[in-house]
């Protein structure tokens, strides 16, 4: 029996769900699907500079793992920056911070809240 998907905890659902080329034909367009905790850890580690480490702490799980979703979100970037395709972010087994938690360092989670037109659940 396999173990249980821990819910990842995310302070903030991104402002917009797709980007990708503006000066193109957008029939038979490519694009890449990241989940919203892969864009987490974008946000975590790269903008606002946390460590892998800080990074698992603020999401709830272990260091390998959000070292994994950091390394495929990377490759999903990069991707899409290569080869001119779309980048769509939506689903993943996500939960969304309270702001109420001590170990939020994100400055008010409920502030930042957006609702978007993500789907839930996994993808």
Not at 43 to 53: A, K, N, P, W, Y
Not at 59 to 67: D, I, S, Y
């Amino acid at each position: 029996m396999p173990r249980p998907v821990k819910r990842r905890k995310v302070c903030r659902l991104p402002q917009s769900a797709c980007f990708g080329p503006l000066l193109s034909d957008k029939t038979g367009h490519q694009s890449v699907s990241m989940s919203v905790d892969e864009y987490e850890t974008i946000r975590l580690i790269d903008h606002q500079g946390f460590t892998q480490e800080e990074c698992a702490k603020q999401m709830n799980v272990a260091r390998t793992t959000a070292q994994s979703m950091y390394a495929r979100a990377r490759k999903k970037l990069a991707d899409c920056l290569v080869n001119g395709k779309a980048l769509r972010i939506k689903g993943g087994n996500v939960e969304l911070c309270s702001g109420l938690e001590k170990t939020c360092r994100c400055g008010g989670c409920k502030r930042h809240r957006t609702s978007g037109n993500l789907q839930q659940g996994t993808d």
